[in-house]
């Protein structure tokens, strides 16, 4: 069975996403495939964790390899860094973040280039090749972008009040909502943004109350001081974390400015999103396996 190995030239470029998306298209076609995560790189024993729990995927490490054998009955989607990625005979994808790279890394025989996060603008005047490698685009997506809770605990360096539903531990935030002043207009306010973190102040029980029954998929609590006990048996009961910052609103949203700019790869909902954009594109073509 051949072996897909996916790279970039820095860390953050999408790579993780790629390979698994790569990965489920072949599984979902009833191919059999694992995904392995090359050692090298901080980010590599939490990808190779990620590609342990895909279910589609069964077999993955959950541990970084110090090498990719080839396999007669699996289809093999390795997560290389550069220079890890020349895997004799494999398909190699080529992983850049937001502009379509100059030239291609010597001595890698790329099938094709990805190009992520590139702004909505630029993608119809993306080059259809790269040193005649088809190039495909994957353009600046909310969803792709979306942070996790544990992210934004550690950017906040917040107190986990609650943990959470386990089960929904890898679960994505797609928008930042301030709590509105009013309760009155919250749960409206609250209703328009799926996929959400509501960051109101400690002692707002109403609006704590308000943005529950939307369903967000983190309470972030401003002020640094304990909320009523009311929140955290609502929070409870519903499976909802609550973080609680130590600073005020305006410095917590400051500080949450840039949570959307380095976000890993992870849970369903950022897998099914990069599936449905290669889905279609040349990159299936390209591979031709």
Excluded at 49 to 68: I, V
Aim: aromatic letters at 6%; glycine letters at 8%; hydrophobic letters at 50%.
């Amino acid at each position: 069975m051949p072996t897909v190995v996916v790279t970039s030239a820095s860390p953050g470029e999408g790579k993780s996403g790629v390979a698994a998306a790569i990965a489920r298209h072949y599984a979902y076609a009833g191919q059999a495939v694992r995904l392995v995560r090359l050692a090298g790189g901080a980010n590599s024993a939490a990808d190779a964790a990620f590609f342990a729990s895909l279910a589609f995927a069964p077999g993955s490490g959950a541990e970084p390899a110090e090498a990719a054998a080839a396999s007669d009955d699996l289809l093999t989607v390795v997560e290389a860094d550069l220079a890890e990625a020349a895997i004799p005979g494999a398909n190699v994808v080529f992983v850049a973040r937001g502009a379509v790279p100059a030239t291609l890394p010597a001595g890698l025989d790329v099938s094709a280039v990805v190009v992520t996060a590139l702004a909505a603008a630029r993608v119809a005047k993306l080059p259809a090749d790269v040193a005649g490698k088809p190039v495909v685009a994957v353009a600046e997506d909310r969803t792709l972008a979306g942070f996790s809770v544990p992210e934004a605990q550690a950017l906040l360096n917040a107190d986990v009040l609650v943990e959470g539903d386990p089960a929904l531990a890898g679960a994505t935030c797609d928008h930042l909502v301030i709590a509105p002043i009013a309760s009155d207009a919250s749960q409206p306010h609250f209703r328009r943004f799926p996929a959400k973190a509501v960051v109101v102040r400690f002692d707002k029980t109403d609006q704590h109350l308000a943005a529950m029954r939307a369903d967000p998929a983190c309470l972030i609590l401003t002020g640094g001081r304990r909320p009523s006990d009311y929140l955290f048996d609502s929070a409870t009961a519903n499976g909802i974390p609550v973080l609680l910052s130590r600073t005020d609103t305006e410095n917590t949203v400051i500080a949450l400015e840039g949570v959307f700019d380095h976000t890993r790869f992870q849970g369903e909902r950022k897998l099914d999103r990069m599936a449905s954009l290669l889905d279609g594109s040349s990159l299936y073509e390209a591979l031709a396996l």
